[in-house]
């Protein structure tokens, strides 16, 4: 038999497999896709699972609800980079959408009607000690002759009427970098404690399983019952504590950590409440850096670069110890302070404004005195004409027109009315 026949044969028998083949792969696809009347049927596309929603249509996504059989549940927000009933986000849970629909651009006239003004003034609240006790001799809920100290009911009724009237908690170090995410219409404000003080976070018991009960009369306790009670309001404060830390020394470090693993911050009060106008300059270094150093060695990389001022001092910048609390080298361990508060007497003024220095904040003194000398009242009373209100978009900056000449130069994008 010659070589080309050989080939010949070959071929015609491997003809003769593939026929075979698509004969009987043809049958059983037949035979797999009939119904019970025996007509034939092309494959099923399975449904293609979607994950993420955002900029999906509200129509697209009621469509794949109810293939999906899901129930959804719909709420809307003003968003100025995603159209009008596109979706912003959302998430499935137990067979439920939910999606937050965009409404658009938020009209001029809301912004008005709101009267939107995020250079208006920011209260940063100065608490010391909360004190549990209802015999007070002094004016209101003060617990000392100057009221730095107060008392629990009185810091509940603090929380209570902040909220009242629009104002929601921010974090401190949000508000220095221009981090303003507060809902349209409302206004930010920051709680800052110093001295750490026990009974600012006083545990009364520690689980087993490592987790802290707290004296509802603390700080820590009232803001926590405060947070259940209102839970679109982000409840958080800073907590500038000394060498000292959280006064519990069987708990300190799992305080300290707890504070930052629950939405709270902790910052620099020096290591000794040291008067900076009475000492030196190698001194200031040791105050400032010592106490980094000691939160680095517990929290690191989550605490904030804040110093409160102990007592206020020195009471100017020109200072010659002040450059050296906002940065300096101790040891060989190097520190940088991204801003100072001084004791407070008046709200700040907007990250936003040109006028705004981190290096010296005030903050308002959470007392009472009658209406007087920039206590609760009277500051809250004056905020009412001047304060910050947000346009709810933390990319956004909107102003009234009348305020253009205080605004500092800002990568966000500008509305002004």
């Not at 028998?13 to 009939?34: A, D, E, H, K, T």
């Not at 929380?159 to 349209?184: C, F, Q, S």
Request: net charge negative.
């Amino acid at each position: 038999m010659n070589m080309k026949r050989k080939t010949k044969m070959k071929k015609s028998g491997l003809l003769v497999v593939v026929i075979i083949l698509i004969l009987f792969g043809g049958g059983i696809f037949y035979l797999s896709n009939q119904e019970d009347d025996g007509k034939f049927l092309l494959p099923k596309k399975e449904e293609k699972e979607i994950t993420d929603f955002e900029n999906l249509s509200l129509a697209d996504a009621e469509s794949y609800a109810k293939k999906k059989k899901y129930e959804i549940k719909t709420t809307y927000d003003y968003d100025e980079n995603i159209e009008k009933d596109k979706i912003i986000s959302g998430n499935l849970e137990d067979n439920v959408l939910n999606l937050v629909v965009s409404e658009g651009s938020i009209p001029i006239e809301t912004f008005k009607e709101k009267k939107v003004n995020e250079l208006g003034k920011v209260p940063i609240m100065m608490y010391h000690g909360i004190v549990n006790t209802t015999t007070n001799k002094y004016t209101g809920g003060n617990v000392d002759k100057d009221g730095y100290n107060r008392t629990s009911s009185a810091f509940a009724k603090d929380l209570e009427m902040y909220y009242e009237k629009g104002y929601r908690m921010i974090r401190l170090e949000d508000y220095i970098n221009g981090v303003i995410d507060v809902e349209l219409g409302y206004s930010p404000i920051i709680l800052t404690f110093d001295d750490g003080n026990e009974n600012n976070f006083k545990v009364t018991k520690k689980n087993e399983d490592g987790t802290f009960e707290f004296d509802p009369n603390s700080a820590i306790g009232v803001l926590e019952e405060f947070k259940k009670k209102h839970q679109d309001a982000k409840a958080t404060a800073t907590f500038f504590l000394n060498g000292g830390l959280c006064n519990q020394p069987q708990y300190n470090e799992d305080i300290v950590k707890w504070l930052v693993e629950n939405g709270y911050d902790v910052g620099n009060h020096t290591i000794s409440h040291v008067d900076f106008t009475k000492i030196g300059n190698e001194k200031t270094k040791e105050e400032v850096g010592k106490l980094y150093q000691k939160l680095d060695n517990i929290i690191p990389d989550k605490y904030v670069h804040i110093i409160a001022l102990p007592f206020g001092s020195p009471y100017k910048k020109s200072h010659s110890n002040y450059p050296y609390i906002i940065e300096g080298e101790y040891n060989g361990y190097k520190y940088h302070s991204d801003a100072g508060l001084r004791v407070g007497w008046e709200p700040e003024v907007s990250p936003f404004n040109k006028d705004f220095d981190t290096s010296f904040l005030k903050r308002v003194r959470a007392y009472d005195n009658n209406g007087k000398e920039f206590d609760i009242q009277m500051t809250f009373n004056l905020l009412e004409k001047n304060r910050f209100i947000s346009d709810g978009n933390k990319k956004l900056l909107t102003i009234p027109k009348s305020e253009e000449g205080k605004l500092k130069e800002t990568e966000l994008k500008l509305v002004k009315y």
